[in-house]
């Protein structure tokens, strides 16, 4: 029988894993992951907490490997350096993996498939972390879509004439290979090796407590089209960490939004077709990793202020909305959709700060970080991106806060200094002590925003 090795990244789950699948079914084999210094290196917390979340994940797999009298093997590396090393080492026919979109994943596969067949090892990828993937889903002349719509109506025509069979990667763990790793992910202090301190985030990593979210938000799905607004409400899913990590599969997602029947499970499909949209404009067009989709509006010159971004990052603009919405981020690495909008907007917008800045706060902090989606989320407000908001639609952080909070329940929580206030003051407080005033004038920085965006207008 042929012996494999079956490379987890992005895709922390033993279960409808397409490379772990492929590799089962052609023979045995040993699942790796490494802890990469590419990535690790750029990471500037040391108690990132993704890291922590990361650790639960294979813990939780390293258990499940150990029943079936196998194990996992983690490296500490150049995934370049380390894979075919270990390939060699096992002298493994094969090595599978799932495939990923990130410019520099795909240069890291690519080194690593020459290294292997250098070594006379072959290097199988596989569709896994989207449904359909950037090629399958064209228009009429054979193009990558740039706008949504009828990108998603394309997308949802292709999974109906498919009768909606989403298909099962079933992973027959009696395949692995059996062998005992006195090195597992148990038997060592990760933490100290990496240079990382344990952190546990909020939500607990691994399979089985996302599985039992999906399962629980499928009860809720029904009010998600309304409910998804407010930041008050749990009326989303909060799953976006586990499957930015991959402890569950966007069919496992998929397949409970087909289950049911209603305008909220149609709308929370909608979203999870806009990741595969932002996976498919990164892999397409991977260009906007490093600056906008539209060239033009890499030559704004944003005039916005060092000290005022700061304030942004830190929840101290004088905008409560803003503020609550940042201090919650900075404590638990998540936020809320919505605020995610209203944030960017008003970094971008009011304090006509440069989109890039706050999309690298972003990637710095978010639990659920993912280049593609961030990287959509800021072009999207930013009107820089492909199918962005127009540059003239600027979100007005007051009547977002009053439509959307409109008890202010989110900014009492997050904001206290303003927690006693009545409802009706809450959105634009006025002399409050221990809370800011507001760092700049909404209507006068609007104003400054619109013109900054003619001029590049015109001059394209
Ligand atoms: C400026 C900005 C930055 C963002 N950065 C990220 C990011 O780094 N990682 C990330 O996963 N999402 C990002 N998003 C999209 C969105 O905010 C989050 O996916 C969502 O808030 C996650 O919460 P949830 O799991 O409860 O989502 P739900 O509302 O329950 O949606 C289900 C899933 O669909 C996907 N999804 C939902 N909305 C979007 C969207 N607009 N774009 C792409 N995928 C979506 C997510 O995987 C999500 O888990 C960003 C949005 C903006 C405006």
């Known amino acids: 029988m042929d012996h494999s090795l079956c490379w987890i990244r992005r895709d922390l789950r033993l279960h409808d894993h397409h490379a772990l699948s492929a590799a089962l079914e052609k023979g045995t084999t040993t699942v790796v992951f ?31 490997l150990n029943k079936k009298g196998s194990s996992l093997v983690v490296l500490y590396g150049k995934p370049e350096d380390e894979i075919p090393k270990l390939a060699e080492k096992l002298k493994v026919k094969a090595v599978f993996a799932n495939r990923d979109y ?17 070594a006379g090892i072959e290097f199988h990828q596989y569709k896994d972390s989207v449904y359909f993937e ?16 009828p990108y998603k109506n394309n997308w949802l025509h292709q999974f ?54 999906l399962q629980e938000f499928t009860d809720r799905m029904v009010d998600y089209k309304e409910a998804r607004n407010f930041p008050s409400v749990d009326g989303t899913s909060s799953l976006s960490v586990y499957i930015r990590f991959g402890n569950l599969s966007v069919r496992d997602m998929i397949r409970v939004a087909i289950s049911k029947k209603s305008e909220g499970a149609a709308t929370w499909l909608s979203e999870i077709i806009w990741r595969d949209f932002y996976q498919m404009i990164l892999d397409q067009f991977p260009h906007v990793a490093d600056g906008s989709f539209k060239p033009e509006y ?29 201090r919650c981020f900075n404590e638990t690495g998540l936020m809320h959709n919505r605020l995610r909008m209203i944030v960017a907007s008003f970094l971008v917008k009011i304090l006509l700060v440069d989109w890039k800045k706050g999309e690298e706060y972003f990637a710095q902090h978010l639990l659920d970080f993912d280049l593609a989606s961030n990287n959509g989320g800021w072009q999207w407000s930013s009107s820089s991106g ?30 206290p200094e303003l927690a006693t206030l009545p409802n009706k003051n809450i959105h634009r407080p006025e002399n409050v002590p221990g809370y800011p005033t507001p760092i700049v ?4 920085n609007r104003l400054k925003a619109l013109k900054m965006y003619e001029a590049i207008k015109k001059s394209s």
Request: net charge neutral; aromatic share 12%.
């Open 298 to 326: 890499d030559k704004i010159k944003y005039s916005g202020e060092e000290a005022h971004f700061k304030k942004w990052c830190a929840g101290e603009t004088g905008f409560p909305i803003v503020d609550a919405a940042m």
């Open 102 to 118: 990130e410019p520099y994943a795909k240069k890291r596969d690519e080194t690593v498939r020459k290294k292997l067949e250098k």
């Open 134 to 149: 950037s090629r399958e889903i064209l228009t009429g002349s054979g193009a990558a879509y740039k706008v949504f719509t």
């Open 160 to 213: 109906e004439s498919s009768r909606r069979s989403i298909p099962e990667y079933s992973c027959s763990l009696k395949n692995l290979r059996k062998f005992e790793n006195t090195e597992s992910i148990l038997a060592q202090d990760w933490f100290k090796i990496i240079g990382f301190k344990k952190n546990p985030p909020l939500l607990i990593g691994g399979t089985k407590i996302a599985l039992k979210r």
């Open 34 to 64: 490494v802890f990469d210094t590419h990535i690790l290196d750029k990471l500037k917390d040391e108690d990132d907490r993704r890291i922590t979340f990361i650790h639960e994940s294979l813990v939780e797999i390293e258990k499940e």
């Open 441 to 444: 004038s909404y209507e006068l």
């Open 386 to 415: 492909c199918d962005a908001q127009p540059y003239f639609r600027i979100f007005n952080p007051y009547t977002q806060s009053e439509k959307f909070d409109p008890e202010g329940i989110f900014i009492r929580e997050w904001v």
